[in-house]
């Protein structure tokens, strides 16, 4: 399972982070937009799309709002209250995700590069 995430955003880069710390079975990887696994892996229109995280389990490609609710449910314990998000249309969520999405360099700011994994923590990052 695999989460691509825009390695220069600051608030993907948060999201990580967190992903990280309470994904307690380990199962999820991550790659950067930007990397070379991304550009194997990804179409190219989806690798044009920095405004949205995208989350792969192998067999479907997740992307914007059904992404974070499918991470939810891997994530289980209290984040699986958030999949009540899926009462609301998609472009509904879609639409809000979007939103944020588009002002999170504002907002949240921008790095120069990607994000380089701490040693201890190399093995879940693709690329």
């Not at 930007?34 to 949205?52: D, F, P, R, V």
């Not at 995280?53 to 479907?60: A, E, G, M, Q, S």
């Not at 914007?64 to 984040?79: N, P, T």
Request: positive net charge.
């Amino acid at each position: 399972m695999v989460v691509f995430f825009d390695g220069v955003c600051n608030l993907c880069q948060y999201s990580v982070r967190y992903l990280l710390k309470h994904d307690k079975k380990k199962v999820l990887k991550f790659a950067s937009i930007q990397g070379q696994y991304a550009k194997k892996t990804l179409s190219a229109e989806h690798l044009k799309n920095l405004e949205s995280l995208f989350f792969y389990n192998k067999k479907i490609l997740y992307k914007k709002s059904d992404a974070v609710l499918q991470l939810c449910k891997i994530l289980g314990s209290w984040h699986k209250l958030f999949l009540v998000g899926y009462i609301l249309p998609r472009f509904v969520r879609n639409g809000l995700y979007s939103f944020v999405a588009k002002n999170r360099y504002r907002w949240f700011g921008k790095q120069q590069q990607c994000m380089l994994p701490t040693e201890d923590l190399k093995s879940r990052f693709l690329d």
